[in-house]
Nanobody
Framework: QVQLVESGGGLVQPGGSLTLSCSAS????????AGWFRQVPGKGREGVLC????????RGSVAVNGRFTISRDDAKTTVYLQMNDLQSEDTAVYYC????????????????WGEGTQVTVSS
């Protein structure tokens, strides 16, 4: 089973940027779908962006309006989420997740999860 560790969260002012990283270990990463999800108190995890092997991008249920970009480096077994123009409503715990093969960008489609990293957008 793949183990995932997120990093890069923190406090940022509105309009600022952050890059989240998700490092995978334990199994070959190449054929997995990888994705970023987020959760705020009282709500379930929502898909932000996911990426197939071969770099096909899937949108999740969160409308990021082009502000976020997902990418992967299979040689480094790492997935990134570049977040620009962050707003207060982006405040959440961000989770990395993977699924074997091709999967939809929904939480129930994922096989392994990281512990999450907090992103807080506030002045």
């Amino acid at each position: 089973q793949v183990q995932l560790v997120e990093s890069g969260g923190g406090l940022v002012q509105p309009g600022g940027s952050l890059t989240l990283s998700c490092s995978a270990s334990g199994e070959s990463f190449d054929s997995y779908t990888a994705g970023w999800f987020r959760q705020v108190p009282g709500k379930g995890r929502e898909g932000v962006l996911c990426i197939h092997s071969g770099d096909g991008i899937l949108r999740g249920s969160v409308a990021v309006n082009g502000r976020f970009t997902i990418s992967r480096d299979d040689a480094k077994t790492t997935v990134y989420l570049q977040m620009n123009d962050l707003q207060s409503e982006d405040t959440a715990v961000y989770y990395c997740a993977v699924a074997r093969g091709r999967a939809w960008c929904v939480d129930y489609g994922m096989d392994s999860w990281g512990e999450g990293t907090q992103v807080t957008v506030s002045s």
